[in-house]
């Protein structure tokens, strides 16, 4: 059986770089180590963390904190949160990704500004959480286009448009276009400031996620339940190659995803290790 492995396919510059950050803390610290939320949407690398000591933790929780450092993960947090843990005098290592928090600089500075915002995403993720604490005035999240038609376009102001750094690329320019259209229905275009704040590494993945579905018999997209780029690679990839499996690990494999195929694909969402990209390419070789 032929098989084809995304090059874009595992951890992305964000989420290693958080990941690394906290096994490091945990050689060279020996107070309590606390992740703001899961450090990660990968339950063996929470797990594991976990195993050493990690602990995982809600904000409601930061004032029974007496002592430990923090750890703000990848997806980022809003302002208050930063208030939260100053105020309790608590140590923290921020590790919110550097694209992530230039979507906090650019809220924070077009709300002071006096202008509307619009973050197109899905308001349950912990990353647009983030960003609309950052928002000082009126924000609106659009996640799909019954969202992109509802909304009413301020006349008076200056529109902000950005956008959840994992979001579909696709979906991201279609509800643009909705939202232009309100827009010029109502003359006021010119003061619609749109920013594709999606990361290369999110476009990437997902064109090439595209592309290998389109040609093989079988597709692979492995990534926690959670995972909300992991769940968009799923949506691309099951409107290219009918037979797309979403999957956690290899246990997860069976013979009847791989009936008549010849041609396998395999991508990852951007908080899956390499590890378990390898482990279910070696399955699917060895057992399949």
């Keep these: ?90 140590e923290y290592i921020d590790v919110t990704c550097p694209f992530v928090l230039k979507i906090h600089k650019i809220v924070e500075k077009e709300s002071l500004a006096g202008n509307e915002i619009v973050i197109i995403g899905d308001e349950n993720h912990p990353e647009v959480q983030g960003i609309c604490g950052w928002c000082h005035g009126a924000y609106t999240v659009i996640n799909n286009i019954d969202d992109a038609r509802k909304y009413k376009i301020n006349p008076e102001k200056k529109t902000c448009v950005v956008s959840q750094t994992t979001f579909n690329y696709n979906k991201f320019k279609e509800l643009v276009e909705i939202i232009k259209e309100t827009s010029y229905n109502y003359g006021v275009l010119e003061i619609l400031d749109i920013l594709n704040t999606i990361c290369n590494a999110t476009e990437e993945r997902q064109s090439e996620a595209r592309r290998i579905a389109a040609e093989v018999d079988t597709m692979l997209v492995i990534g926690g339940r959670s995972s909300s780029n992991t769940q968009k690679l799923y949506e691309i990839c099951k409107k290219e190659c009918k037979n797309t499996y979403y999957i956690q690990s290899p246990v997860d494999l069976d013979s009847d995803m791989f009936q008549c195929s010849s041609y396998v694909g395999i991508t990852a969402g951007a908080s899956t290790p390499k590890k378990i990209i390898e482990e279910v390419q070696t399955h699917v070789r060895i057992k399949f």
Excluded: W
């Design 1 to 90: 059986m032929k098989i084809k492995v995304a090059e874009t396919a595992g951890f992305c510059f964000g989420v290693k770089r958080a990941v690394d950050r906290v096994y490091e803390l945990i050689e060279e610290q020996s107070k309590p180590i606390y992740t703001l939320g899961p450090i990660i949407h990968n339950e063996s690398v929470v797990d594991d963390l976990a195993s050493k000591g990690v602990k995982v933790i809600t904000e409601d929780e930061i004032d029974s904190i007496k002592d430990g450092v923090i750890v703000i993960r990848s997806h980022g947090v809003g302002k208050n949160v930063y208030d939260h843990i100053n105020e309790n005098h608590l």
